[in-house]
């Protein structure tokens, strides 16, 4: 496909993403099957920038000084891809295929290159220009996120909130977590060479591949023998950490309660060493059918998985755990710059869903957790909503447990380094939870808290 055709082509998926609120997968998903002519190459260049398009939708369209899909893909070529303004020119005239010539209005949005990070102030007759460098200013709109989300997201960052959450509209590395219940880490990372990967300084068993173009298909990591062989999982760093709260559990009873697809659930199983026993359940049986082949592949061998299918409960369990890990349904609006759609999607009636269900989801956990025991608290989100003020509710009835140092229990895993300690730090809670956001660790944002039931 030509450019002409492929502007024309994201443009056409962000007017379906806007008028059905469907998944941004599903609207790129609905044109390959109605445009089948398009080869990977097309598919993978236009799904780069409809996604860009949506990192940066309120900026997009502030220096553009409208919203519409054409304005989004136009301004994401222009100040993200750095297209030059007459080859941009060009293919959007070019028929048949080009969206259509650029107005005279849209060519000198383009052409205003440093608009969006400008703060000189205009000659008294340019009044629209002055008008976007003013709305550029405005937190929601140079961190890009939704503005109803505005006083939430200030209650977490303050003055920062702009600065954090440009962080979230950036592209994603690709991180993996090197598995030592199959290799050694320095093996498995010398087997990634392919994919150039490099270790992460922060944890023993992390490697990262930097993010790719975004207009190139990422790396083939699932199809290379290292990966085959159960030697590396892609596991975002944020959440490697976050199974690392469950400390040093070689030998324990471990009760992974949310166990979704198994990301976590089988780097739990590598800290336990195929010792004691690993429990994964999830109140969704459709999750949990990923994990029964990740598991063997991954050589996790002390794991029953108990699904609700089977009728396979966890009465028997009841405060007998020495970690219940619970990595609760929420947001995710720590995934946005993997997932940029979600941020456009989520509405206040969604976040207050959550907050009931994280509630729920606390106490039932809570009585699997034996005297002396552990919960370890996990969400891909960093709302406070969601974190501080779910475990503030529960500790209020909860008198047998209190919250600890989540940094403390991570470094018993065994797992992290000396970097990954001073990197941490500064992620540290007043409450004793570990905040990652990508603008700190190059990470999905993560909240883990780890609460201890009295002996």
């Avoid at 989004?72 to 222009?78: D, I, N, T």
């Avoid at 002390?302 to 409960?313: C, H, T, V, W, Y």
């Avoid at 990652?436 to 990470?443: F, G, N, Q, S």
């Amino acid at each position: 496909m030509r450019l002409s055709g492929r502007l024309s082509a994201a443009i056409e998926i962000l007017e379906d993403f806007e008028a059905r609120r469907v998944p941004l997968k599903t609207a790129i998903a609905d044109w390959s099957r109605s445009n089948r002519y398009a080869g990977a190459k097309d598919r993978a260049w236009i799904s780069g920038l409809c996604l860009d398009a949506l990192r940066r939708r309120n900026s997009l369209a502030a220096a553009m000084g409208d919203a519409p899909a054409r304005a989004l893909v136009l301004a994401a070529m222009r100040f993200m891809w750095a297209k030059p303004l007459d080859d941009l020119a060009e293919a959007a005239a070019e028929e048949p295929h080009g969206p259509g010539a650029l107005s005279a209005e849209e060519a000198a949005s383009l052409e205003a290159r440093d608009t969006a990070v400008s703060s000189s102030p205009c000659s008294a007759g340019d009044v629209r220009e002055e008008e976007k460098r003013l709305a550029l200013r405005k937190a929601h709109i140079a961190g890009d996120f939704p503005e109803w989300l505005a006083p939430h997201i200030t209650r977490v960052f303050g003055d920062e909130a702009a600065t954090v959450m440009a962080a979230f509209a950036e592209r994603a590395d690709i991180d993996l977590r090197l598995n030592t219940l199959k290799t050694a880490p320095g093996k498995a990372l010398a087997a990634l060479k392919p994919v150039k990967a490099g270790a992460i300084p922060m944890l023993t068993t992390g490697a990262r591949i930097a993010a790719p173009d975004p207009s190139e298909k990422a790396p083939g990591v699932t199809v290379i023998p290292a990966f085959n062989k159960g030697w590396v999982e892609v596991q975002d760093l944020g959440s490697q950490i976050a199974a690392c709260a469950a400390g040093d559990i070689k030998g324990s009873q471990v009760l992974d309660y949310c166990a979704g697809g198994g990301g976590k659930t089988l780097a739990l199983g590598a800290l336990m060493e195929n010792t004691g026993q690993l429990y994964a359940y999830d109140s969704d049986p459709r999750r949990l059918k990923p994990l029964f082949h990740r598991a063997k592949r991954a050589g996790v061998r002390n794991l029953q998985i108990r699904s609700p299918a089977g009728g396979e409960g966890l009465d028997d369990l009841a405060g007998k755990m020495d970690v219940v890990f619970v990595d609760a349904p929420c947001t995710g609006a720590g995934t946005w710059r993997r997932h940029p759609d979600t941020k456009w999607r989520l509405t206040e009636k969604q976040l207050q869903t959550r907050m009931r269900e994280q509630d729920q989801v606390l106490e039932q956990a809570s009585r699997f957790v034996k005297p002396g025991g552990r919960l370890v608290w996990v969400t891909c989100s960093f709302l406070m909503e969601e974190n501080e003020d779910r475990l503030a509710a529960f500790l209020e009835t909860r008198d047998e447990f209190s919250q600890k140092q989540a940094l403390d229990t991570i470094a018993a895993s065994g797992l992290l380094t000396d970097v990954g300690r001073d990197a941490l730090g500064p992620c540290v809670t007043p409450q004793g939870a570990i905040r990652i956001t990508p603008d700190k660790l190059r990470a999905d944002g993560f909240v883990v808290a780890t609460l201890k039931r009295t002996g």
